[in-house]
């Protein structure tokens, strides 16, 4: 078994009830140690200089257009990386879950351009061995997904993530994927709740020997499956949100979302991988720290917080 690398997050949003330096002790007393933010922010920036918490911080798909003009590029990362030396940015996220397929879909021709401004930024400031550049996918992406071995990006989806996988594979950076298993469970009535959850007693899906009880490990190898076939078989892909809900909508519950923060925590400590990589870590980042009362769209969008607005936790998990 591979060693464990420290691997938990939780979204900092922005619209916190809380002053920042307290919600970056927060997550120093519960031992967390990786943050995502998803736009530059400098009240936490500063609070996170000289924590050791590392950090993936997005561009936000509004500012990709500006991103393809080089000066731009570098104008943003002197702005909101360099100026902030002892903040350990890990991950610079370009771009979140862009597709042709999706509400995003006018910023397609923008991510790989502004992909590689940031990159050159980056490296012309030497940081580039610490720092690495991606964009956080999901999985509606693929058109096939089921069994995990055939998983396959969408035809139209082709052109757009095949150049974005290459562009990893040769800066060695890892591909970032939003996975939620909550989403696939609770969008059909043919996925049971324990597969969702990690509770199934046994394999759920035997997909040619490899074995599978839980939704998690399946739509991770998918995802892997699919990017094999554009040339990323070798291409680490980081967890970059994954969750359930306490509220709102079918299987959101307290007791359902407490199931599945400690059982995918559990699985992350035990870096046992997946049917597809065993033995692999799995960087797995957990969304959300604090629930969302005023984000639109579903009610259960508003609810994956695991501490309240008064740094309580909802579930008692144990993060280290």
Do not use: C
């Amino acid at each position: 078994m591979a060693t464990t690398k420290l691997l938990l997050f939780f979204l900092l949003t922005l619209e916190l009830l809380i002053i920042f330096t307290d919600a970056v002790n927060l997550y120093r007393r519960n031992g967390i140690t990786k943050m995502r933010i998803y736009e530059p922010n400098d009240a936490i920036l500063r609070a996170l200089q000289g924590t050791n918490i590392e950090l993936i911080m997005d561009v936000p798909n509004i500012s990709l257009q500006s991103l393809t003009d080089p000066n731009v590029a570098t104008n943003w990362v002197r702005t909101n990386v360099l100026n902030y030396p002892n903040v350990r940015f890990r991950y610079i996220a370009v771009g979140n879950e862009v597709s042709p397929n999706n509400g995003n879909n006018r910023f397609v021709n923008f991510v790989l351009p502004a992909m590689r401004n940031v990159q050159r930024a980056i490296r012309d400031a030497g940081r580039s061995n610490q720092i690495k550049v991606s964009t956080a996918t999901y999985t509606g992406l693929l058109s096939k997904s089921y069994p995990p071995r055939d998983g396959a990006f969408a035809d139209n989806v082709q052109g757009f993530i095949e150049p974005i996988i290459r562009f990893l594979v040769e800066n060695n950076a890892p591909m970032l994927a939003n996975i939620y298993p909550y989403f696939a469970y609770a969008g059909t009535s043919n996925i049971d709740l324990s597969y969702a959850l990690f509770t199934a007693p046994g394999t759920v899906v035997n997909d040619n020997g490899r074995q599978y009880s839980n939704l998690f490990d399946a739509m991770f190898d998918a995802h892997y499956a699919a990017q094999s076939r554009l040339g990323g078989a070798n291409l680490e892909i980081v967890v970059s949100e994954t969750g359930w809900p306490s509220a709102g909508n079918k299987g959101a519950t307290m007791d359902n979302a407490r199931t599945y923060y400690r059982n995918v925590i559990g699985h992350a400590k035990q870096a046992t991988g997946t049917p597809a990589r065993p033995g692999q870590n799995i960087e797995t980042y957990l969304f959300a720290m604090f629930d969302e009362n005023r984000k639109d769209g579903l009610e259960s969008e508003k609810h994956f917080g695991l501490f309240s607005p008064n740094q309580q936790s909802k579930y008692q998990l144990s993060f280290n």
